[in-house]
């Protein structure tokens, strides 16, 4: 049973090792032959989310919110010391009344990633705690210090998934999760300052003809702009066209080319990655589970066998079980009946 098994599993992961490498070589093929980036590459994200404008009125969309502009802010941040870790994100930035975005491509499941999700915000959160004394002028015009109010502006991070964060049965129709900090009891938010957007895009289903609001045609694009001959009629929006145009492959130069060829592979990568994993876990299961009948079935002959008053020996010349293994079946099954 067990050379059988690892000489399926080596068949499978031949097999499988295969796949992998003939489908990176597709995802450089189909480049050819697409009109628009896979905006969710890390150099097609960047492409879009680096545009101010862009960027912007993909806040606005997700957030529902009103901001007329932004500053990008360094997407590698530091702890207060050396030792401590970084956070890096995709995409920083801050709004003119103080308050800060994070945006965040992940395009594979990831270990923790709630917890991730709690290291990033803490960085804008503490790098708004003010370095040193904090003062303000009297009417002598003398320099006073005075306590720090722990007055901070909203921190917001968007998460856009392109897998399954929330597999629950009642979260399969929800594309878009919103989470706060609430007090439970009371059922009301115990702070605005603080709020993520998760967006599972396998989620989002909605054909171009049901296409609403602005964050449907964001999320639209997200999903399937790589796969679409040309823009949507329905996102005729001005910021639609602009992102549309940005995302031509023909308006790329030869170096973005280059770098965004480099960052299909990458993406292409992480996706056969999941498939191959899948696909490995579907196998492993079946062969446990063939397993697992197997020897279930022997263990029921080696009882009846003994209901007939067979010896230990008689019952070994007739399995390939040894003695130790029949006592210990016939052993368990007379502590279970007592």
Not at 292 to 314: P, S, Y
Request: with cysteine; charged share 30%.
């Amino acid at each position: 049973d067990t050379h059988c098994r690892v000489f399926q599993k080596i068949i499978c992961n031949f097999t499988l090792w295969n796949c992998w490498n003939m489908a990176k070589g597709k995802g450089l093929e189909s480049i050819g032959s697409s009109v628009f980036m896979n905006i969710k590459t890390d150099f097609g994200f960047k492409k879009i989310f680096g545009n101010k404008v862009l960027l912007t009125a993909f806040l606005n969309a997700i957030l529902d919110k009103d901001i007329a502009g932004i500053e990008y802010l360094p997407a590698e941040q530091l702890g207060y010391i050396r030792e401590n870790r970084r956070a890096v994100y995709d995409v920083y930035c801050t709004a003119a009344d103080g308050e800060r975005f994070i945006v965040e491509m992940q395009a594979s499941p990831q270990m923790h990633f709630a917890e991730r999700i709690l290291f990033y915000m803490s960085y804008p959160v503490i790098s708004q705690a003010p370095k040193g004394s904090v003062t303000r002028t009297d009417s002598g015009g003398k320099e006073i210090k005075v306590p720090w109010n722990y007055s901070l502006s909203g921190v917001y991070m968007i998460c856009i998934l392109d897998n399954i964060m929330f597999p629950e049965k009642e979260a399969a129709d929800i594309v878009t999760e919103q989470i706060k900090i609430v007090r439970q009891k009371a059922g009301r938010f115990f702070t605005d300052k603080w709020e993520v957007q998760t967006i599972e895009l396998p989620k989002f289903r909605k054909t171009e003809d049901e296409l609403e609001t602005a964050a449907d045609k964001w999320l639209y694009s997200l999903k399937h702009m790589e796969k679409l001959p040309g823009r949507p009629e329905r996102l005729n929006d001005k910021i639609f066209s602009e992102s549309y145009e940005n995302a031509k492959i023909n308006n790329l130069t030869s170096k973005d080319m280059k770098a965004y060829s480099k960052s299909v592979l990458e993406y292409d990568d992480v996706i056969s990655s999941m498939n191959y994993r899948e696909m490995i876990g579907r196998n492993e299961g079946r062969i446990e589970g063939r397993i697992e009948g197997r020897n279930e079935a022997r263990i029921k002959f080696v009882q009846n066998c003994r209901k007939h008053n067979m010896t230990i020996g008689q019952i070994v010349a007739l399995t390939s079980l040894t003695e130790k293994e029949i006592s210990d079946i016939l052993a368990e099954r007379y502590e279970s009946m007592h």
